[in-house]
């Protein structure tokens, strides 16, 4: 039985939720070029927090560019607008570990004493966001699929060719088989 997206079930000819409403402009950017240069240097080229402080700099006391003013005022600015961005948030969680099996009496490495932060986002919420957004509509293939070259041979390109995804697939339509007989 289908379900909506809080677990409730749902009759089959109920239509799909509405896409949510566009936002305005480039929000929470100022304009496209503000959007495309933290793109640049944030995600393409991975910039260093004081490289991007530089750079701004420089921006800000250009004399062709002064009156503009630089998108952000430093890279924490281009940070907090990258962190604004509402699509598909998901909150970041963590926890600690340390490692719990023998430790030498004297001198220990440094590793076997040492508090670890692990960060993450869960991967269900990540990929249900995916899955809502409507961008990728029509441009994801969800039949597991068994690949071979011309001579025969099994080959895997993505998840989809994997034996897991096989043999979920397989699993799931003998089971429903044997449910139904």
Known sequence: MPCDELGNDI?????????????????PFRDEQAFELAD?????TQMPAAQI??????????????DQGAPFTNHADMYRAIDAIP?????????????SGEVPASNPPPWMVQNYDVWFRDPRALVLNQLANPDFKGEMDYAPRKVTNSSGRREWSDFMTGNWSWD????????????FH
């Open 87 to 99: 699509l598909g948030e998901v909150a970041w969680q963590s926890f600690s570990v340390t490692y």
């Open 168 to 179: 979920q697939a397989v699993m799931l339509s003998t089971s429903q088989c044997s449910f």
């Open 40 to 44: 640049l240097l944030f995600r393409r």
């Open 53 to 66: 402080d530089d750079l701004l700099a420089l921006w800000a006391h250009h004399d062709g560019m002064a």
């Open 11 to 27: 009759t089959e000819d109920t239509p799909p939720a509405p896409a949510p409403p566009p936002l305005e402009g480039w929000f």
